[in-house]
């Protein structure tokens, strides 16, 4: 019943993921919703949730702080924007050391599946193409210890964590100074 | 090739956008074609054609032929990969944290009898709330 994870980009700034869940909806929406539950599946690639506040209604805030290879810690919050279980969930993310302007609005629609399951289709906004640049930019430049590890929680994990084989590839592309022609 | 990467990745996900260019650069991955041969299968102008050709060219994804006359189009593959490259490492991320979710789900779900639908039953965690079934959490 749950299905490949599916990745499109509708616009230059936003990214909408979509994945389908072998529970019901009020179930699903918990676990994207109360602490207890976020801190038992929200991290990956060798982070993990440490701390978790949930203020869970319109304007109230939220705060995750995640712990990663080495000790290197990362916090993001934002404010609810929609509350409205088990249907839909948005909120604004902003990350303490963030790197670009303005906040991303996350926003998961959660719709019943066939088979009693739930698909999640999250949006990820950004607040302007300029700043899904910036985001774009470090992941591809970091190096280990350098601060824009939460970033790597939020795009791809950190380098002695992450998936090594595409990497290769990613940084020739990226990398100043040596772009294939 | 004096483009900086992020500004060229903005422009790749820019041209990525329009399903028009989608398709002139899923034509071009079966070899190089000129305007009149790429505006063939398309209702639209070959003026509009080119506009979206320049989208393209701007972002690195094509790139013209010298000859004058023909200036023949071809993929460049390098700024369409570094895209598809840092997509591919996202949607894995969330695969990860995805399938961690599965398993709570699963776990959620075999819960004790009786409390099947019950989140708050999740074992080695102390529940929150009262283990109201449906209640949605709220503080």
Redesign the interface.
């Given at each position: 019943m749950t299905g490949p994870l599916t990745l499109t980009t509708p616009s230059d700034r936003e990214i909408v993921l979509r994945r389908t869940f072998a529970a019901p909806r009020h179930l699903v929406f918990s676990a994207f919703t109360r602490p207890d539950l976020l801190r038992r599946w929200y991290g990956a690639q060798g982070w993990r949730l440490v701390e978790c506040e949930v203020d869970l209604r319109v304007g109230g805030g939220y705060r995750f702080g995640s712990r990663g290879p080495g000790g290197a810690g990362m916090t993001q919050r934002g404010v609810y924007r929609v509350v409205d279980p088990p249907a839909t969930l948005a909120y604004t993310e902003r990350f303490d050391d963030q790197s670009y302007p303005g906040e991303t609005l996350i926003t998961h629609a959660f719709t019943e599946a066939a088979g009693g399951g739930t698909t999640v289709t999250t949006t990820v906004r950004y607040p302007s193409a300029r700043a899904r640049d910036i985001a774009l930019r470090y992941p591809m430049r970091r190096g280990v210890a350098e601060s824009y590890q939460r970033l790597d929680t939020l795009l791809a994990g950190p380098p002695e964590a992450g998936p090594p084989s595409r990497r290769d590839g990613f940084q020739r592309t990226a990398e100043e100074g040596d772009e294939p022609q | 090739?004096t483009v900086d990467?992020?500004?060229r990745?903005?422009a790749t996900?820019?041209a990525?956008?329009d399903p028009t260019r989608r398709a002139i650069l899923a034509r071009l991955a079966t070899g190089e074609a000129t305007v009149t041969e790429l505006a063939a299968p398309f209702a639209i102008s070959q003026p509009a054609i080119s506009k979206h050709l320049k989208v393209l060219e701007r972002a690195g994804l094509i790139s013209r032929g010298r000859d004058a006359q023909r200036r023949p189009c071809r993929l460049e593959a390098?700024?369409l990969?570094?895209a598809v490259?840092?997509?591919?490492?996202?949607?894995?991320?969330?695969?990860?944290?995805?399938r961690?979710?599965?398993?709570?789900?699963?776990e959620?779900?075999a819960g004790p009898a009786g409390e099947r639908?019950s989140?708050e039953q999740?074992p080695e965690?102390?529940?929150?709330?009262p283990p109201e079934r449906?209640r949605?959490?709220?503080?």
């Open positions: - | 090739m990467a992020p500004d990745l903005d996900f820019a990525l956008a390098a700024p990969a570094a490259s840092w997509l591919e490492r996202y949607r894995r991320y969330w695969e990860e944290r995805y961690n979710l599965d398993a709570l789900l699963h959620l779900q639908e989140p999740a965690q102390a529940p929150e709330q449906g949605e959490p709220a503080r």
